[in-house]
Nanobody, 124 residues
Framework: VRLVESGGGSVQAGGSLRLSCVGS????????MAWFRQIPGKQREHVAT????????VYSDSVKGRFTISRDNFKELVYLEMSHLKPEDTAVYYC??????????????????WGQGTQVTVSS
């Protein structure tokens, strides 16, 4: 059972990237899915969650209106479309599968499975 991210890279401010996450073992079609990000020395922070049953989406305030999370349960894929990128979006982005027992946004402690992470670097 695992999650594997791809699509990270370097882009100039204002640009776009799409991250993909493929799951094995029916993870994506079973769990709520989320993206988190982390920069060195800081805690891992929530970016976006899509619920398991009815695909309700929730975003952190810092990315709302710029990022879009989506899922394809048939293909066991989760995406994070990122546009109007800013230098402060630079981080390692992690795909996560878990639950949302305390509201629509997944918490770190509610994650059951993590991907290995993919680096996103936005230059000014």
């Amino acid at each position: 059972v695992r999650l594997v991210e791809s699509g990270g890279g370097s882009v100039q401010a204002g640009g776009s990237l799409r991250l993909s996450c493929v799951g094995s073992g029916h993870i994506v079609s079973t769990y709520a899915m989320a993206w988190f990000r982390q920069i060195p020395g800081k805690q891992r922070e929530h970016v976006a969650t899509v619920s398991a049953v009815d695909s309700i989406k929730v975003y952190s305030d810092s990315v709302k209106g710029r990022f879009t999370i989506s899922r394809d349960n048939f293909k066991e894929l989760v995406y994070l479309e990122m546009s109007h990128l800013k230098p402060e979006d630079t981080a390692v982005y992690y795909c996560a599968a878990g639950s949302t027992p305390r509201g629509p946004a997944m918490l770190v402690r509610s994650v059951n499975f993590w991907g290995q992470g993919t680096q996103v670097t936005v230059s000014s």
